[in-house]
Nanobody
Framework: QVQLVESGGGLVQAGGSLRLSCAASGISFSFYSMGWYRQAPGKQRESVAGIAVTGSTAYVESVKGRFTISRDNAKNTVYLQMNSLKPEDTAVYYC?????????????WGQGTQVTVSS
């Protein structure tokens, strides 16, 4: 059974920091690309950051220079360090694991963790 369990969300003032964690089980973690997505009320879910099996990373423009995604394959965990948080970062943050092979894609989601940034 595949599980992605996020933690680390909460309430923080603007300018503060949070570190999200996503612990994976039931998958061969090191073979999966990992990502963080977020969904604010009334908005579509958007990709925030991703990290490939090679360790290469990508970010949505709005978080570049503020957020850092990393992974620890020994702990089957992906992290999102969020600094200089803004009220517009308020959302439910979801962890995603994806494995793409020729002709198929496996993808799994966590249950989400709420991040609220007060002004």
């Amino acid at each position: 059974q595949v599980q992605l369990v996020e933690s680390g969300g909460g309430l923080v003032q603007a300018g503060g920091s949070l570190r999200l964690s996503c612990a994976a089980s039931g998958i061969s973690f090191s073979f999966y690309s990992m990502g963080w997505y977020r969904q604010a009320p009334g908005k579509q879910r958007e990709s925030v950051a991703g990290i490939a099996v090679t360790g290469s990373t990508a970010y949505v423009e709005s978080v570049k220079g503020r957020f850092t995604i990393s992974r620890d394959n020994a702990k089957n965990t992906v992290y999102l360090q969020m600094n200089s948080l803004k009220p517009e970062d308020t959302a439910v943050y979801y962890c995603n694991a994806k494995l793409s092979t020729v002709g198929s894609t496996e993808a799994y989601w966590g249950q989400g963790t709420q991040v609220t940034v007060s002004s």
